[in-house]
């Protein structure tokens, strides 16, 4: 007997099997999963009235990282003003800009956003004394469990996960089927041939980014992830007992990086994130680096692409990559925190908040109690879904926040260098194992 699997539950069940098989970081903690407390929200107001609500002198501040949703969660914050009262100013900061960076000038400045973003395990260290224990929440008893780990400190739920993500290499599947592409390459001599084949019918193979975060943070990712235990091969990379220049999979990797810059279009460097992607939806391209976070993106673009998930080859084994994105903060230090958890209850939980959540925002849930929108998430995450299905030994984790903050903008600044044919192969393994020795030490 066969059974129905959304894409939801293929993604949760799938994320607490790459990350239960990725070992536990010394700061995980098991959040509480009571309910409401005395403090959450009733129902919002969307679901007791339509009438516009009294406006309040309350303006909470959300300074967010996601450039895809900018637009959607604007109309949702102006949804959350008619219905309660509250002004939510949003600022968005991400794409080709320094997110993390911003942030922090911003809070060395005095500037405590009500709500911001941040990843987990060590990317989240920075934020620890800012961070609510949101634990009590309405919602916090239906965060797909394998979410909660990267944020969660001493038991304590220090955020709300953000959805659920996948990447691998997105194609075009009308490009692939004009160069006679009848399989997808399961090894890097395939995709090398691939490559070819899509050369030799007039169609550049690959859109590149010289944005650090994509090099610096999926590429790289690509190799941690192959690991046999990705978290304790980057234990003995943190501790120095082992280097990346001594590593036979980033050897590897370095091929598959290799294969992608000499068939990529020839202004790489100069390409930005926005560029890269319109670009690509434009029909430049065969192939992107990106994942399901896209879709919005391109339907903008071409609306009905034929679009899918290739899994990357590396060790002759092509592997997808999920994981959660982002979570939600809320700032202790700012002047409304009571007004940010209502903001996210409502986000949540009301009709409106869902709704923006599972069809605006084009999100895969990391709340049960959400049901995605198979049409809004789109063609991308369907085909991870059907391949996630039928091969779920190849569905990998992500692991660069277990490094801590500042390493990956440094590999980002050495893929760049590679990019540009600055350096050599062994260079960037040298320079890569160089950022984590100069970040860990201080």
């Keep these: 007997?066969?059974?129905?699997?959304?894409?939801?539950?293929?993604?949760?069940?799938?994320?607490?099997?790459?990350?239960?098989?990725?070992?536990?970081?010394?700061?995980?903690?098991?959040?509480?999963?009571?309910?409401?407390?005395?403090?959450?929200?009733?129902?919002?107001?969307?679901?007791?009235?339509?009438?516009?609500?009294?406006?309040?002198?309350?303006?909470?501040?959300?300074?967010?990282?996601?450039?895809?949703?900018?637009?959607?969660?604007?109309?949702?914050?102006?949804?959350?003003?008619?219905?309660?009262?509250?002004?939510?100013?949003?600022?968005?900061?991400?794409?080709?800009e320094d997110y993390s960076a911003l942030l922090k000038a911003n809070l060395a400045a005095g500037e405590e956003p009500e709500i911001f973003n941040s990843s987990g395990w060590a990317g989240f260290d920075p934020y620890m004394d800012r961070a609510t224990d949101l634990s009590g929440e309405a919602w916090a008893k239906d965060l797909v469990e394998a979410s909660r780990p990267q944020i969660t400190r001493d038991g304590k739920l220090l955020g709300m996960p953000m959805n659920l993500e996948a990447y691998g290499f997105t194609y075009n599947k009308d490009l692939f089927a004009k160069a006679g592409i009848t399989e997808l390459p399961k090894t890097l001599d395939e995709l090398e041939a691939a490559a070819k084949q899509l050369k030799d019918a007039g169609i550049i193979p690959f859109a590149l980014t010289s944005e650090w975060w994509s090099m610096g943070i999926h590429t790289l990712n690509i190799a941690l992830a192959n690991q046999p235990d990705p978290a304790a091969f980057i234990e003995e990379i943190k501790a120095g007992t082992k280097t990346f220049a001594d590593d036979p999979i980033m050897k590897q990797w370095v091929r598959l990086v290799d294969i992608m810059n000499a068939n990529g279009q020839e202004k790489a460097l100069t390409t930005d994130y926005n560029t890269q992607v319109a670009e690509f939806a434009a029909g430049k391209y065969a192939m992107i680096q990106h994942g399901n976070w896209i879709q919005g993106m391109v339907d903008e673009v071409s609306p009905g692409m034929n679009l899918g998930m290739m899994p990357v080859p590396l060790l002759d084994v092509p592997n997808v990559f999920t994981g959660v994105p982002n979570n939600w903060i809320v700032n202790n230090k700012s002047a409304h925190p009571e007004e940010a958890k209502a903001f996210l209850n409502w986000m949540v939980t009301s009709t409106t908040g869902k709704k923006f959540i599972s069809t605006d925002f084009q999100f895969v849930p990391a709340l049960t109690s959400i049901d995605p929108n198979p049409e809004a998430v789109g063609k991308i995450a369907g085909d991870f879904a059907v391949f996630s299905q039928e091969h779920p030994d190849q569905v990998k984790s992500w692991n660069w926040d277990r490094f801590p903050d500042g390493i990956t903008q440094q590999w980002g600044i050495a893929m760049q260098e590679y990019l540009g044919k600055q350096t050599t192969g062994d260079q960037l393994l040298a320079k890569l194992d160089k950022a984590v020795r100069d970040i860990v030490k201080k």
């Design 1 to 96: 007997m066969t059974k129905k699997i959304t894409i939801f539950t293929l993604l949760a069940v799938l994320l607490v099997a790459v990350l239960s098989a990725c070992g536990k970081s010394n700061n995980e903690g098991s959040a509480s999963t009571k309910g409401a407390s005395d403090s959450v929200a009733s129902p919002s107001a969307s679901e007791q009235s339509s009438a516009p609500a009294e406006k309040k002198d309350v303006t909470i501040k959300v300074f967010q990282f996601k450039v895809e949703i900018a637009e959607a969660l604007q109309k949702m914050a102006n949804e959350y003003e008619k219905e309660t009262g509250v002004k939510v100013e949003i600022e968005t900061h991400g794409g080709g």
